[in-house]
């Protein structure tokens, strides 16, 4: 589906709809569901007499999904769609309207495979459309004119939401349900972190991502469910560890036993780099040495998104050749 308005020199922004609770209701019972017949979201007119005037808009609906179901097939397929809706010159930006739930790891998907300067802005809400205080308005409002706006260009996919602007690498999901959901773990130091980290090209139409899981290395965690996936032949996996990169011995023994399968290390903690600095059985330091990749300033599901895509860009990798570059990506 695709709806335009149109005033020819104006700024044109494409905004591609996934679903998502900005695009959901509440049904009779109070539970909220996505509502394939509302379309792309609307903005009430006291937000869009604010925009610039003659501002065209063309909404192209590229899914209608709970965000919780999406698949990395599904991501590639919304990375594919920001690709085509750029190579129209005239496209000044390129909006996405996407479910909260996986909202961080469709901004790291869009990210990575970004190499244009124009504005990407990945937004949503907390709540939905028939709520009577929606945020996704104001959120469409404020992706709006973040995409309009000249310092946008050339930071890449933006998450836009709760009146924060965030550059994807690092955003997190940090609150259920609050207006402001996001937040960005990433270096307080702008000094730190590099303009523009590592992009790479977009997978060709019927190109997937290898398997690539998660799996949580906590205190008590036993090493059944990561030998069973090892098992079952995964092209990689990130390990949610506690602290620095910490975790149960019998978890790190599986990990350096299988040292060939990429592993990327990262924390439950909200906040800092994972820098696995401790040694000992379980300690982070050991299965660096082993082989093992430090996940630095992403949390499990960007760093997963990550992997996957390296794998895919070069199916040949090992854990060697992978650090560097996925080092490049933080």
């Not at 965000?67 to 397929?77: E, I, K, N, P, Y």
């Not at 010159?89 to 996407?98: D, R």
């Not at 959901?181 to 139409?205: C, I, K, V």
Request: charged share 20%; glycine share 10%; aromatic share 4%.
């Amino acid at each position: 589906m695709s709806v335009s308005q149109t005033a020819d020199s104006a700024p044109l922004i494409v905004v591609l709809t996934t679903g998502g609770t900005i695009a959901s209701s509440t049904d009779s019972d109070g539970v909220v569901r996505n509502d394939t017949s509302r379309g792309a979201p609307q903005l009430p007119e006291h937000l869009a007499t604010q925009l610039p005037e003659g501002l065209r808009i063309d909404a192209r609906e590229v899914l209608s999904k709970d965000s919780s179901q999406m698949t990395d097939d599904d991501r590639l397929l919304v990375c594919r769609a920001i690709a085509a809706a750029l190579e129209n010159p005239e496209v000044t930006a390129v909006v996405v309207t996407h479910g909260t739930d996986s909202l961080a790891d469709m901004a790291m998907a869009a990210d990575l495979y970004h190499r244009d300067p124009r504005p990407v802005i990945i937004t949503g809400a907390q709540r939905p459309a028939d709520d009577p205080a929606p945020d996704g308005p104001a959120n469409l409002f404020d992706a709006y004119q973040v995409a309009l706006s000249e310092p946008a260009r050339g930071l890449g996919a933006l998450v836009v939401f709760g009146r924060a602007i965030m550059q994807a690498r690092g955003v997190a999901k940090w609150h259920t349900s609050d207006e402001l959901g996001f937040a960005r773990n990433a270096p307080e130091d702008d000094e730190d972190a590099p303009e523009r980290p590592l992009t790479l090209p977009l997978p060709a139409e019927g190109t997937s991502w290898p398997r690539v899981e998660c799996v949580w290395a906590g205190s008590g965690a036993s090493a059944t469910a990561l030998t069973s996936l090892i098992d079952d032949g995964i092209a990689g996996y990130v390990l949610v560890a506690m602290g620095m990169g910490n975790l149960p011995s019998k978890v790190a023994e599986v990990a350096k036993e299988h040292a060939n399968t990429p592993c990327v290390l990262t924390s439950s903690v909200p906040r800092g780099a994972v820098n696995p600095v401790y040694g000992g059985p379980g300690g982070g330091a050991e299965l660096l040495d082993a082989g093992a990749i430090a996940g630095g300033w992403l949390r499990a599901g960007q760093a997963r998104v990550a992997l996957a895509a390296l794998l895919a860009d070069d199916p040949a990798a090992t854990p060697e050749t992978l650090a560097p570059r996925f080092a490049a990506l933080l």
